[in-house]
């Protein structure tokens, strides 16, 4: 599993989900009971800065790029890093079985995901003050 974050709101309208939450990708029949089965092209909006996807979504660049996605929260002690000069990864190395300490990770999770919302928040902020330095000049050359 990836958590996949974007430094800029998701389109809703891209949900999977008529009632299994706000983007989240409905179980097939296929599914094994309490799973996802990622059948989607896109990983769901979990909330506007957030994704969850899969293993397919992580390696796919071109994808990742176009949704925004700057950082990657992966959850799973066989998954690497695809791309790590290209995105700020934090890897939790946990084992898919009942006996695994998932609440014991959440801390480390919880803070990859607040500081990646803290970096977004700056390089927006950077970005209209750039844009808002770049109109003030022009006009004052006008």
């Known amino acids: 599993m990836a958590g996949l974050l974007a430094n800029r709101p998701i389109d809703k309208a891209r949900s999977d989900a008529d009632d ?16 996802f089965a990622f059948t989607s092209q896109a990983p769901g909006a979990v909330r506007p800065y957030l994704l969850l996807g899969a293993a397919p979504h992580e390696a796919d660049y071109m994808l990742l790029k176009k949704l925004g996605v700057t950082h990657i929260l992966q959850v799973g002690k066989e ?5 790590p000069d290209r995105f700020t990864y934090c890897r939790l190395a946990l084992e898919d079985c009942e006996q695994e300490d998932l609440v014991g990770a959440l801390p480390v999770a919880f803070a990859f995901i607040d500081a990646a919302r803290e970096e977004g928040r700056r390089r927006q902020e950077e970005a209209e003050e750039e844009a808002a330095a770049a109109a003030a000049a022009a006009a004052a050359g006008a």
């Open 20 to 35: 299994g939450g706000p983007g989240l990708p409905r179980p097939t029949a296929t599914a094994q009971p309490a799973m």
């Open 79 to 83: 998954l690497r890093p695809t791309f």
